[in-house]
């Protein structure tokens, strides 16, 4: 009896020290994932299993009993197929190898106690989340209900006299040790989970802290009265302000324009009672000194432990580069349009111009037609009394003329002179009166009495 309680005192220190290998050692290298660190795994724990198989706590001689079947159950819960898969191979080629009455209840041990772990993992991935006390228990009952049933490879005459003597062990302390064994390692693994996270938390929040802190980015907590809490180095460099002088100030009296300040005070009050739901908003703030500057802001409510707003976190970019471009372009879009008005203007009065173009050339045109017909016309009337002066004149040459005759000819041709100039002359009137050179002034006509 003392040598089983002193075997099972050690095969207790043991699983402690397994424990602390999965804290220190296994957590980091199922991160991994990697097959090497897997293989490593196993090895391990094969080494640790061989341990236990050499101290036992022994029953009877040929029949000894370790608790390899914890660590292997617990070992397919917690570390996965293969490193329980190369633990099973290395403690039941060992068992193989020491022999005795118990071999293959031994060795089938190894076999479904690692089983039972890896099929509990497969098959009930959320025992973490709840039960987790009767989750293990059950583990814990059902590989040593199969151990039990084990029992049956031993001898015959073994078989009654072996469960007798190890039923009640197994069901309260090996059961038990699987409950415990699989919650202190739940508890590491949730601890160490919780390190890692705390950890990339307090990494995040140094990262997010130098953001701020350094980058072109404007950050500000206000309390829930509107009041300045805290707010960066950039917001302050960009409004030229002291923290001083803003720390636990009246925000909106210090940075935001009167034309605005109550339009911006709605747009808070509202999203402290939940109204404004899309977090965005851009206004301009006044620098100490007196310029504008453009901010697209982004907001939202700060809890306290109660679940009640404490105030808000306002994160805002400098977008006065960018506003200050688009009134640029504005300005030159306006400017664009006014002398787009002046070229329609100028190009209308070309138009017009083009027009009167138009016309004065079709009426020179006609003009010149008319002068065509009119200047034939004169030929016309000019060419009648002059054909009959030549003819006359002609007429003249013949030297049998007799006195009378020649007189006769020197009439029709002091005639038709007269009828050619008085022609020549109203062609020539006619022409100043056209021109504006002569004035033309009505008479009474005279009638003959």
């Given at each position: 009896m003392k040598e089983m309680i002193i075997g099972l005192v050690q095969n207790i220190a043991i699983l402690f020290a397994?424990?602390?290998?999965?804290?220190?050692?296994?957590?980091r290298i199922e991160i991994s994932k990697k097959p090497i660190n897997q293989i490593i795994t196993g090895l391990i724990l094969g080494i640790i299993g061989i341990v236990l198989m050499f101290t036992p706590w022994i029953l009877v001689p040929g029949i000894v009993f370790d608790t390899r079947s914890i660590i292997l159950s617990i070992s397919g819960l917690f570390l996965?197929?293969?490193?329980?898969?190369?633990?099973?191979?290395?403690?039941?080629?060992?068992?193989?190898?020491?022999?005795?009455?118990?071999?293959?209840?031994?060795?089938?041990?190894?076999?479904?106690?690692?089983?039972?772990?890896?099929?509990?993992?497969?098959?009930?991935p959320g025992w973490r989340e709840k039960n987790i006390y009767i989750e293990l228990f059950s583990l814990g009952l059902i590989v040593h209900f199969v151990m039990l049933v084990c029992a049956l490879l031993l001898p015959a005459s073994?078989?009654?006299?072996?469960?007798?003597?190890?039923?009640l062990p197994l069901i309260l302390i090996y059961t038990s040790g699987t409950m415990l064994l699989g919650y202190l390692l739940l508890r590491q693994s949730n601890n160490f989970e919780n390190k890692l996270a705390k950890e990339k938390l307090q990494e995040s929040e140094r990262r997010w802290g130098l953001i701020l802190k350094s980058g072109n980015i404007a950050y500000v907590i206000l309390d829930?009265?509107?009041?300045?809490?805290?707010?960066?180095?950039?917001?302050?460099?960009?409004?030229?302000?002291s923290e001083e002088e803003v720390i636990n100030k009246y925000w909106f009296d210090i940075f935001l324009p009167l034309y605005i300040r109550d339009d911006i005070k709605s747009i808070f009050d509202d999203a402290l009672k939940g109204f404004q739901d899309n977090g965005q908003h851009e206004n301009e703030i006044i620098a100490k000194n007196g310029d504008i500057i453009f901010i697209s802001w982004h907001f939202t409510l700060l809890m306290d432990e109660k679940n009640e707003i404490s105030g808000m976190a306002c994160?805002?970019?400098?977008?006065?580069?960018?506003?200050?471009?688009?009134?640029?372009?504005?300005?030159?879009?306006?400017?664009?349009?006014?002398?787009?008005?002046?070229?329609?203007?100028?190009?209308k009065k070309l138009n017009q111009s083009n027009i009167e173009l138009v016309k004065s050339k079709k009426k020179a045109e006609n003009s010149d037609k008319l002068k065509s017909a009119y200047l034939a016309n004169i030929g016309i009337e000019i060419g009648t009394p002059m054909n009959e002066l030549l003819g006359i004149a002609e007429l003249l040459k013949e030297p049998n003329l007799t006195g009378e005759q020649q007189q006769q000819y020197l009439n029709l041709i002091e005639k038709?002179?007269?009828?050619?100039?008085?022609?020549?002359?109203?062609?020539?009137s006619n022409a100043k009166v056209g021109s504006g050179k002569m004035e033309v002034t009505p008479s009474e006509k005279k009638t003959d009495k």
């Open positions: 397994f424990a602390m290998l999965y804290e220190n050692f296994w957590l996965g197929p293969i490193p329980v898969i190369i633990a099973m191979l290395i403690t039941g080629t060992m068992r193989v190898l020491i022999g005795g009455d118990g071999m293959w209840m031994g060795l089938s041990v190894i076999i479904t106690s690692g089983t039972i772990g890896l099929l509990w993992r497969i098959y009930r073994e078989i009654i006299k072996t469960v007798k003597n190890i039923a829930k009265y509107g009041s300045i809490v805290f707010c960066n180095k950039y917001l302050l460099d960009i409004t030229k302000y994160i805002g970019v400098n977008i006065t580069d960018r506003i200050n471009y688009e009134l640029s372009l504005t300005a030159k879009n306006k400017e664009i349009e006014i002398h787009n008005k002046e070229y329609q203007q100028i190009n038709n002179g007269k009828k050619m100039l008085n022609i020549i002359s109203d062609k020539v």
